[in-house]
């Protein structure tokens, strides 16, 4: 059975302190009877929500091959680990010997390309949103917008307007 383990240690813990928590894992699975399949450090990232005050966290991913046995004992170790603000265990039907999507959407080529060549288009962005006075673009406001805000208020009072009736329909018949 294969099992896969991510946890997430406290930000305040350095990368060299995360290894070492992780290499204690490893050890303890091992004398469990238990192999470590895979292990992923995917960085520093940020939570999803805040925890315990954070809103980052060192992941790391730790695939393992074995009985329950070994996997009850890197849960208990994880558990007394004060440095660790969450874990999940899952059950996988499959190993697979490629890298984590997240780890190969960091590593691929396409995506270092995709980074390098945003940075100069933001920094050009950036450059002529103030190189461009204000002036211009109070001048350049469209038309568009200028008709749909003075229709606003005249739809408003349309809506009023047809209320009223209605209301005052209603009670003639009554």
């Given amino acids: 059975m294969y099992y896969e383990t991510i946890f997430i240690v406290n930000p305040d813990v350095s990368q060299e302190n995360t ?3 992780t290499d204690n894992f ?7 009877g238990g192999r470590i399949v895979k292990r992923e450090y995917w960085g520093s990232r940020p939570l999803a929500y805040s925890i315990t005050k954070r809103k980052r966290g060192h992941y790391v991913m730790l695939v393992t091959d074995g ?8 849960e208990q170790a994880i558990r007394l680990e ?3 603000m969450r874990f999940l265990t899952t059950r996988l039907t499959e190993l697979s010997d490629e890298p984590s ?3 190969r959407r960091r590593s691929t080529p396409a995506a270092q ?3 390098a060549d945003e940075a100069p288009a933001a920094e050009e962005a950036k450059a002529e949103a103030t190189e461009a006075p204000a002036v211009e ?3 350049a406001e469209p038309a568009e917008t200028v008709a ?3 229709k606003a208020p005249a739809a408003k009072k349309a809506k009023a307007k047809a209320k009223s009736a209605e209301t005052s329909g209603e009670e003639a018949s009554s």
């Fill in 19 to 21: 290894e070492s928590i």
């Fill in 26 to 32: 490893v050890e303890r699975v091992e004398k469990a």
């Fill in 67 to 74: 009985e329950p046995q070994a996997v009850e004992t890197l």
């Fill in 82 to 84: 004060e440095r660790i």
């Fill in 101 to 103: 999507p997240l780890i």
């Fill in 113 to 115: 390309e995709e980074k």
């Fill in 137 to 139: 673009e109070a001048e």
């Fill in 148 to 150: 749909k805000a003075t």
